[in-house]
Antibody, heavy 121, light 108 residues
Framework: EVQVVESGGGLVQPGGSLRLSCVAS????????MNWVRQAPGKGLEWVSYINGAAGGRYYADSVRGRFTISRDNAKNSLFLQMNSLRADDTALYYC??????????????WGQGTMVTVSS | SYVLTQPPSVSVAPGQTATITCGGNNIGSKSVHWYQQRPGQAPVLVVYDDTDRPSGIPERFSGSNSGNTATLTISRVEAGDEADYYC???????????FGGGTKLTVL
C-alpha cells in the first residue's frame, strides 16, 4: 500500500524546537518530490515547504522561512521538518504530502494523517 | 504573492449540481488541483491538472479552468460529498504552492 506516516508532533513552548518525520512506503521514495502542509485548528490548508527528489531544491512559505528546514533521507524513505523558534501561530496539524509526478502531475496525491504540533506555554 | 479566492460556503440539495469556484489572476494559465477534506480526515485529491480525475474518484466530479476562474463541479450530489474543498496551484513567481481558502459544501 502506498502511504506516508507522520510523527514527532507534540507540545512545545514558544521559542522551542521540534523535528517532524514522515516515513514513506509502497513507492520509490527518491523519485518523488515531497511537501509539508499544515492546518491550524478550524482553518484551511497552508503549504509549508517543498523538497525535490534529490534534495537539491527546497522552497519555503514566507511564514516559516529562516525558522524551518526541510530535509530527506532517501535511504530511509524519510522526510523531515526541523522547526525552530516556534511561535503560537505555528500550532497546527502538519501533513506530509507526495507530489504525484508522472501519475498525477504535480498534484499532492498521497497525504498522511498528520501530526499535531501545539506551541504554548 | 498569488491569491486564490473561494466562496466560504456552497449549499445544494441531494441530486442537484454543486459548483465551487476558485478565482485567481489569469488562473487559466496554471494547472489547478482540487482536494476534498471530510471532517477529521486528511485531504483527498479529486481533480488534478484542471480536468483529470484520479482513479477511484467518481465521474460526478469534474473541473474546468479558464480566464480568472477555475471551477469544480459535482453532479448528482450525495450526502457523502459534504466536505471542505480546496483549490491549489503553483505560483511560478513566488516559487510556492498556494491553496484557496476552502469552500464548505453543505448538502441540504
Amino acid at each position: 500500500e502506498v502511504q506516508v506516516v507522520e510523527s514527532g508532533g507534540g507540545l512545545v513552548q514558544p521559542g522551542g524546537s521540534l523535528r517532524l518525520s514522515c516515513v514513506a512506503s509502497g513507492f520509490t521514495f527518491s523519485s518523488y518530490e515531497m511537501n509539508w502542509v499544515r492546518q491550524a485548528p478550524g482553518k484551511g490548508l497552508e503549504w509549508v515547504s517543498y523538497i525535490n527528489g534529490a534534495a537539491g531544491g527546497r522552497y519555503y512559505a514566507d511564514s516559516v522561512r529562516g525558522r524551518f528546514t526541510i530535509s530527506r533521507d532517501n535511504a530511509k524513505n524519510s522526510l523531515f521538518l526541523q522547526m525552530n523558534s516556534l511561535r503560537a501561530d505555528d500550532t497546527a496539524l502538519y501533513y506530509c504530502a507526495r507530489e504525484g509526478g508522472e501519475s498525477h502531475g504535480d498534484a499532492f496525491d498521497i497525504w498522511g494523517q498528520g501530526t499535531m504540533v501545539t506551541v504554548s506555554s | 504573492s498569488y491569491v486564490l479566492t473561494q466562496p466560504p460556503s456552497v449549499s445544494v440539495a441531494p441530486g442537484q449540481t454543486a459548483t465551487i469556484t476558485c478565482g485567481g489572476n489569469n488562473i487559466g494559465s496554471k494547472s489547478v488541483h482540487w482536494y476534498q477534506q471530510r471532517p477529521g480526515q486528511a485531504p483527498v485529491l479529486v481533480v488534478y491538472d484542471d480536468t483529470d480525475r484520479p482513479s477511484g474518484i467518481p465521474e460526478r466530479f469534474s473541473g474546468s479552468n479558464s480566464g480568472n476562474t477555475a471551477t469544480l463541479t459535482i453532479s448528482r450530489v450525495e450526502a457523502g460529498d459534504e466536505a471542505d474543498y480546496y483549490c491549489h496551484v503553483w505560483d511560478t513567481i513566488g516559487y510556492n504552492w498556494v491553496f484557496g481558502g476552502g469552500t464548505k459544501l453543505t448538502v441540504l
